[in-house]
């Protein structure tokens, strides 16, 4: 096998991505207007159509819905999809995909750790505060700290969490997972303000409320829930780092996901009790892959 060490053009990735794309969506259509179609069909004809439609699929499984049977198939699409995935194994460029993955997620994880912990004393850095209790769900307040996260790293400046009282574990988030920061924690937060301030200005016409960022003058900003958040900004999620989009455009078909996945890889990482406890349920389980659920 030929190995391509300066990687794909950006063109044949994205045209590679697109072709995935469009089969699946064809795929979708396709059992949908084959359901529709079997809806339609008296009783004595369902089970022959059944038969016909078998043949262009995979797998099938039948499903009562609303006393008629309805007919719900993974089409042949999804056996054409394994065959354009596996162009990825056959293509050359996988050795150059895999490298360039660890080359970026090594960048990030630097990055991080460089921005949660600066070089100056943290009451000398401008900083910001987030507050995990939404009073949501688990991966709902999870999601707003990623959030908060990733505006922190936006605005180059460390993010020190609040968890307090959190719901998921009293003590804090620092007892299940590592602190986001060894240096920067609640002692250099004092009187944080609010994200935005909201004056008043007049035009020749009427008076109109204007929001003005404090983000970008006061030493400590709090950063309230994404959806409060006036005015908005360019850089707020999907948006990912500018110096690196070229390459994640080329290496991964969604590249916020993947930003995000850096982000979460650093937040969640585990205290030594729970990365103990992992690996030896890890071990009970006989963990492997393929994981489905």
């Not at 078998?54 to 394994?82: C, E, G, H, M, W």
């Not at 240096?183 to 204007?210: D, I, M, R």
Request: with cysteine; proline share 6%.
């Amino acid at each position: 096998m030929i190995f391509a060490l300066d990687g794909p053009s950006m063109e044949y990735e994205q045209l590679r991505r697109k072709i995935e794309f469009q089969t699946r969506e064809l795929g979708y259509f396709t059992l949908d207007q084959m359901t529709k179609l079997t809806e339609k069909l008296p009783d004595d004809l369902q089970n022959k159509w059944k038969n016909v439609i078998s043949r262009f699929s995979d797998q099938n499984r039948f499903v009562q819905t609303n006393k008629k049977p309805k007919y719900r198939l993974f089409i042949f699409s999804r056996v054409l999809l394994a065959s354009i995935r596996n162009i990825t194994a056959v293509d050359g460029y996988q050795y150059w995909r895999e490298a360039e993955h660890e080359s970026l997620a090594n960048l990030m994880q630097a990055r991080l750790q460089s921005l949660q912990n600066p070089s100056k004393p943290c009451n000398q850095v401008k900083r910001v505060t987030c507050n995990i209790n939404k009073g949501c769900g688990y991966g709902c307040e999870i999601h707003h700290t990623m959030h908060c996260f990733h505006i922190a790293y936006a605005l180059g400046r460390p993010m020190i969490l609040f968890s307090d009282g959190w719901r998921y574990n009293p003590g804090g988030f620092d007892q299940v997972f590592k602190p986001p920061s060894d240096t920067c924690n609640k002692t250099h937060t004092g009187l944080a303000s609010s994200w935005s301030k909201k004056t008043t200005e007049v035009n020749e016409y009427e008076f109109c409320f204007v929001f003005k960022g404090k983000f970008e003058t006061d030493d400590v900003v709090d950063i309230p829930l994404i959806d409060n958040i006036h005015p908005r900004q360019d850089f707020m999620p999907m948006a990912v780092p500018e110096d690196i989009a070229d390459r994640l455009i080329r290496l991964h078909g969604n590249p916020f996901v993947w930003f995000t996945g850096q982000l979460m890889k650093y937040l969640l990482r585990p205290q030594p009790w729970l990365d103990e406890f992992l690996k030896k349920k890890y071990e009970i389980i006989e963990f492997q892959t393929p994981i489905v659920g």
